[in-house]
């Protein structure tokens, strides 16, 4: 027998909804927001849009002042570093998991995710191709077979996304980040590990030219 599925509340549509705005790009980072203009926006009363932002602050991506009120999250230029950072150590860890644990998967959804990527740049669909950048970097921990790891990394990933599609749109960004997810693919394609990872490294380390030297205002 199939489970019945249960439709979704309107907190939790409207979490949806908020995050992607957040995600996308559509609020801006340290931007105030009011519960009155979001159920005006969505159409639904203040309740489930007081509750959907208390979700959301959990998850970081709200931050709510006493006395001010809740604005989207936003990170000092140290903070974007120290993210990098925890990225490095947990990407690193995983895709040496994956490649270790689902080899054969790692490199089947590297490789469609890279196919997809080529479509996304001809169709010069920019929008479409961080989407893929950041479920390129999901699939690590989908394949590592440690679902601690992915847990911590979902602490983060929200807000890498949301960096993601306002750093990352750049020209010169988008060249290297294409060429380098290639170059990984057919890194985990040969079974080398530590070819691999020395790529990601360079892929996202903020002292090697990536666009977190934008952010973190770094100098080579």
Not at 157 to 183: F, V
Request: charged share 30%; with cysteine.
């Amino acid at each position: 027998m199939k489970p019945l599925e249960r439709p979704k509340s309107l907190t939790e549509l409207v979490t949806e909804s908020l995050r992607e705005w957040i995600v996308s790009g559509k609020l801006d980072l340290g931007e105030h927001l009011s519960e009155v203009r979001v159920a005006t926006e969505l159409g639904v009363s203040r309740t489930p849009v007081r509750e959907a932002m208390n979700r959301l602050e959990m998850e970081g991506l709200l931050n709510v002042e006493p006395q001010r009120g809740t604005f989207v999250f936003c990170l000092a230029p140290e903070e974007i570093a120290m993210l990098c950072d925890a990225r490095v150590c947990l990407e690193t860890t995983a895709l040496r998991a994956a490649i270790q644990n689902n080899p054969k998967t790692l490199q089947k959804k590297l490789d469609a995710c890279v196919s997809e990527m080529t479509l996304a740049r001809q169709k010069e669909d920019v929008s479409e191709y961080l989407a893929l950048d950041t479920e390129f970097h999901q699939h690590f921990f989908d394949c590592s077979g440690n679902r601690f790891l992915d847990d911590a990394y979902q602490a983060i990933a929200q807000k890498m996304a949301s960096l993601r599609n306002r750093l990352g749109r750049h020209p010169d960004h988008m060249d290297k980040s294409y060429r380098e997810h290639i170059e990984l693919a057919e890194a985990v394609g040969k079974n080398d590990t530590e070819g691999a990872l020395a790529i990601l490294r360079l892929h996202i380390d903020r002292k090697e030219g990536s666009y977190w030297n934008v952010a973190t205002k770094e100098v080579d």
